[in-house]
């Protein structure tokens, strides 16, 4: 539970999660961000309009994903790195993940790396599409996963085998 | 004696906005720093900022240290005073401060003291081991100096500074083998948490320490459990090995000054402790005596640029100062620090606000 150990919950998920439906159309944001904070600029990033802030900038974001195209800019722009992009149409059974990373060496494109999950466990590898560097210093990287892993997956660890 | 309008107490976030907005008001500012170089912590801060754009959401704190000082260097109206500690400030309005090795007296026709806050220890047995640290020296270790602290680190305190610095620990390369809280639930922002959860960093609520292990150095730390009555559980003692202790367990405001020039004062847990009376115009009961950010009450830095701001344009407004937008600048700044303050993490530190508001106007 986010509030105990700073996990989000199957339910809390459950909200934020794109539909069925939603998947089948491609690409589109998941705003994993539980709290009322007082924030607001992932709906200044959205070039569509697809998050927008209630009247108040302490509530949480409103996520239209019939807007969202998944482009990602929020995913850079979030000062809580609390934003994914996940897109199942990308392959057979195969998904793309846009995640936020600061850390560095940076992966490359091409690179094989240990997928991890919210608690920071293994749960497979992950194949680095592309490493889009920011001027916030923010990194997007674009992961290709099984799509059966593309829920759990929100961090990378890079492999021994990748970097001498 | 050097004549001047006003004299702003310290070059953090709260200070650097007070000293900005003041100066464009047309008021003449001396602002004193007692370290090298202005910024206060925004300087150590690598995290993305939250917020509206007003406050800078989404830029980092070094980065945005960097836009104040260019908007200080900017004001021909500000005089600059880095390793100046004001000593004194006294009832014929005389304030004392030495600069390097020199003394030196002004009378400032007001003074904003924006002077932050200090970090609170913890007591355990052990506690004055090498490689047990505080997490300012932590990030100005590893943020200033580029020094790596340690290489496993445990870290005490779940609100946001805890858990932002062990994210820095990770991103140096440091090991961080838990986050421990003795409260039942995280005080930080879970965003915050949710980061250094997916690094593998497990966070312990619920837990404190009952000692720290070492002779010539810091070996070890064991933790226990604690009850709902906040008493240690026999037999749940768990010992990390770690080379480092990062202690990130609340900040106190820094009032000495506001004591000396006999603001009156009150205690106020919410706040951090003891805090001055004010009113809406961050005016003390001390006519000439201005407050702005964590001295005022312990909160976060957009909201202590926001209050700086606040008291920089009252101040100056109280010196016949005037521009044509004085009265919606004021009141724009005004809605952005209730709209910071409208959620529920702001729950305690409006509740302690409503203990030292003053409710006469200026």
Redesign the interface.
């Known amino acids: 539970m986010l509030a105990i150990d700073g996990t989000a919950t199957a339910e809390d998920l459950q909200a934020v999660l794109p539909t069925p439906d939603r998947r089948r159309r491609g690409a589109v944001a998941v705003i994993e961000c539980f709290q009322e904070i007082p924030c607001n600029p992932c709906a200044d990033a959205c070039p569509r309009g697809a998050i927008t802030m209630p009247e108040n900038i302490s509530q949480r974001p409103v996520f239209d994903p019939d807007k969202c195209n998944g482009c990602g800019v929020c995913v850079g722009r979030c000062p809580g790195l609390a934003i994914f992009v996940v897109d199942y149409s990308y392959g057979e059974d195969t998904a793309l993940l846009k995640i936020p990373y600061e850390f560095r060496p940076l992966p490359q494109a091409g690179d094989s790396v240990t997928a991890l999950d919210r608690q920071g466990a293994a749960v497979g590898s992950a194949r680095v599409v592309k490493v889009q560097e920011q001027k916030n210093r923010t990194t997007i990287l674009w992961l290709a996963v099984t799509a059966a892993m593309a829920t759990a997956v929100r961090n990378i660890r890079l492999s021994g085998e990748v970097r001498a | 004696m050097k004549e001047v309008d006003i004299v702003v107490i310290g070059g953090g976030p709260a200070g650097l906005s007070a000293a900005v907005h003041a100066a464009k008001m047309g008021a003449g500012v001396l602002l004193l720093e007692r370290s090298q170089a202005l910024g206060g912590q925004l300087v150590k801060q690598t995290?993305?900022?939250?917020?509206?754009?007003q406050e800078f959401?989404?830029?980092?704190g070094f980065d945005i240290a960097h836009t104040l000082m260019e908007q200080i260097a900017q004001q021909e109206k500000i005089e600059v005073w880095t390793n100046a500690t004001a000593l004194g400030y006294y009832p014929d309005g005389v304030l004392t401060v030495k600069r390097n090795e020199n003394f030196r007296t002004f009378r400032p026709r007001k003074l904003i003291v924006a002077t932050g806050a200090s970090e609170k220890a913890l007591a355990f047995p052990n506690n004055d081991l090498p490689g047990i640290y505080g997490a300012g020296a932590v990030q100005t270790l590893m943020n200033l100096y580029g020094v790596m602290p340690a290489k496993r680190v445990l870290m005490v305190g779940?609100g946001n500074i805890g858990?932002i610095v062990a994210y820095q620990l990770?991103?140096a390369g440091v090991e961080v083998a838990a986050v421990i809280e003795a409260a039942?639930?995280?005080g930080g922002?879970?965003?915050?948490?949710?980061?250094?959860?997916?690094?593998?960093?497990?966070?312990?609520?619920g837990h404190t320490i009952r000692q720290a292990h070492g002779t010539t150095q810091l070996t070890g730390v064991t933790v226990c459990r604690l009850d709902e009555k906040w008493t240690m559980i026999p037999g749940t003692d768990t010992l990390f090995e770690v080379d480092g202790l990062c202690l990130a367990v609340g900040l106190s405001p820094l009032t000495e000054l506001l004591w000396q020039a006999g603001c009156k004062m009150n205690f106020v847990p919410e706040l951090g402790g003891y805090v001055p009376w004010r009113n809406e115009y961050l005016q003390t009961t001390h006519k000439n005596v201005y407050v702005a950010g964590d001295v005022a009450g312990v909160e976060e830095a957009?909201a202590a640029m926001v209050e700086g701001k606040l008291a920089g344009l009252a101040a100056a407004f109280a010196l016949n100062h005037q521009t044509a937008d004085f009265a919606a600048d004021y009141r724009a700044a005004k809605q952005q620090l209730n709209?910071?303050?409208?959620?529920?993490?702001?729950a305690k530190v409006c509740h302690g606000l409503c203990k030292v508001m003053l409710e006469e106007a200026m």
């Open positions: 995290h993305k900022f939250f917020g509206s754009r959401a989404g830029e980092r779940a858990v990770l991103q039942p639930r995280i922002y879970w965003v915050h948490a949710s980061k250094i959860r997916r690094c593998g960093v497990p966070i312990l609520t957009s709209a910071l303050r409208s959620g529920p993490l702001s």
